[in-house]
């Protein structure tokens, strides 16, 4: 098979073929160890960080101090409900719970606009179960939000058999008020498998196929961007109207 | 004979591949875009989770970078580019292979527009390949 023009030399003749093989060499070489370095160093760099935030809880204790909480709902009960469709091994859910969730807070909650209402998920896998079914044995004793926003600062990577029984005690040992013995001997009560039923039907009802996803009652919030001034784009002209 | 056809072949591949990351990585930022096979749930669970992102930067659009770099050695007649192209295509590929595993035995779920893109870069490498081989001296 004749070679393409463009290989040939200048005047036909095959002119330093071994300078252009080790040239080849070394760009095929150069070009694939780059990329396969870029990857490594992408892989453990995104390995090294965000999946702990020790301090996390202790934060949070005090943007959840005082408000008060009922099962799966946090805030004012007669007031309009958010609710918040989650997946506790879900990134985003993550990214929400820490970078947008203590505004939503601040600036709905505390003064009464919404109530929040979680309904937990477990699409990802065990780890997703067994998180949740440790979030709603806390709504029993009225400190869900408390768990859930523990156990999102200690998130860990998807289905790598993160949510041990260690880790839920240290993170219900630092939930204010919580019996943890007690919470911890009712994960499997027949209150949580409601709680999960419940979630399932309500998420099948209003066609939530990811997470996070939010409801100001059934109307779907329109999120473009997962930062505090994006959730406040959406919410605030359904609390408008 | 000219290579030509093949660099078509890589021109096509690669801006198909763009389309498919280009996509992808919209929806990343953007979930309640996200079209997938009914009922199947991967894409959503894939695509939120946290092997869509590399250090902060959605793994499409590395895809996506890949695809563009490749689709522009189609448009130069040079052997470097072709020997460049070859070792991101194959360099892709492995990262793919390594994504492939990650729905297969981490994420157990499988992300149809993911898949599609891997076959049409599986089809790249080798017409990058194809296309080294044929010219190197």
Redesign the interface.
């Given at each position: 098979?004749?070679?393409?023009?463009?290989?040939r030399g200048r005047s036909g003749h095959?002119v330093g073929?071994t300078t252009?093989?080790r040239?080849?060499l070394l760009?095929?070489?150069?070009?694939?160890a780059a990329?396969?370095a870029l990857?490594v160093a992408?892989?453990l760099?995104?390995r090294g960080?965000g999946d702990t935030s020790p301090n996390g809880t202790v934060v949070r204790a005090t943007v959840l101090a005082g408000i008060p909480q009922a099962g799966v709902t946090l805030g004012n009960p007669a007031a309009p409900a958010l609710t918040e469709y989650a997946d506790l091994q879900?990134?985003?859910c993550g990214e929400f719970d820490r970078v947008v969730l203590p505004s939503v807070i601040r600036d709905y909650v505390r003064t009464g606009k919404v109530k929040l209402v979680f309904r937990g998920l477990a699409?990802?896998?065990p780890d997703s179960t067994k998180a949740l079914q440790a979030v709603y044995a806390a709504g029993e004793q009225d400190r869900l939000w408390d768990v859930l926003d523990g156990l999102y600062a200690v998130q860990g990577?998807?289905?790598?058999g993160w949510v041990t029984d260690d880790l839920l005690r240290q993170v219900g040992e630092r939930v204010p008020g919580l019996d943890a013995d007690r919470w911890l001997g009712a994960t499997d009560s027949d209150a949580v498998e409601q709680q999960f039923v419940a979630a399932s039907d309500a998420a099948a009802k209003h066609g939530v196929?990811?997470?996070p996803t939010f409801f100001l009652g059934d109307r779907r919030l329109?999120?473009?961007?997962l930062t505090p001034a994006g959730f406040r784009r959406a919410i605030d002209p359904l609390l408008g109207e | 004979?000219?290579?030509r056809p093949l660099r078509v072949a890589i021109a096509l591949l690669a801006a198909v591949g763009a389309g498919i990351a280009a996509y992808l990585t919209w929806v990343h930022?953007?979930?309640?875009a996200?079209v997938c096979l009914r009922g199947s749930?991967g894409c959503?669970?894939v695509n939120?989770?946290?092997?869509a992102?590399?250090?902060?930067?959605p793994v499409a659009l590395?895809g996506l970078v890949?695809y563009v770099l490749v689709l522009a050695s189609a448009l130069v007649?040079?052997?470097?580019a072709a020997?460049?192209a070859?070792?991101?295509a194959?360099?892709?590929l492995?990262?793919a292979g390594w994504l492939v595993y990650v729905q297969a035995s981490?994420?157990?779920a499988w992300c149809p527009w993911c898949l599609a893109s891997d076959c049409v870069l599986a089809l790249l490498t080798a017409a990058c390949l194809a296309r080294?081989l044929?010219?190197?001296?």
């Open positions: 098979v004749e070679k393409p023009q463009w290989r095959h073929v252009q093989r040239t080849l760009v095929f070489g150069g070009v694939f990329a396969a990857a992408l892989v760099v995104s960080g879900c990134p985003y699409f990802i896998g990577a998807e289905n790598s196929s990811s997470t329109d999120l473009k961007a | 004979v000219s290579d930022y953007e979930p309640g996200l749930g959503e669970r939120s989770s946290r092997y992102e590399l250090a902060g930067i590395l890949t007649r040079s052997l470097a020997a460049a070859s070792a991101l194959l360099a892709g492995a990262f981490i994420l157990d080294l044929r010219a190197a001296p």
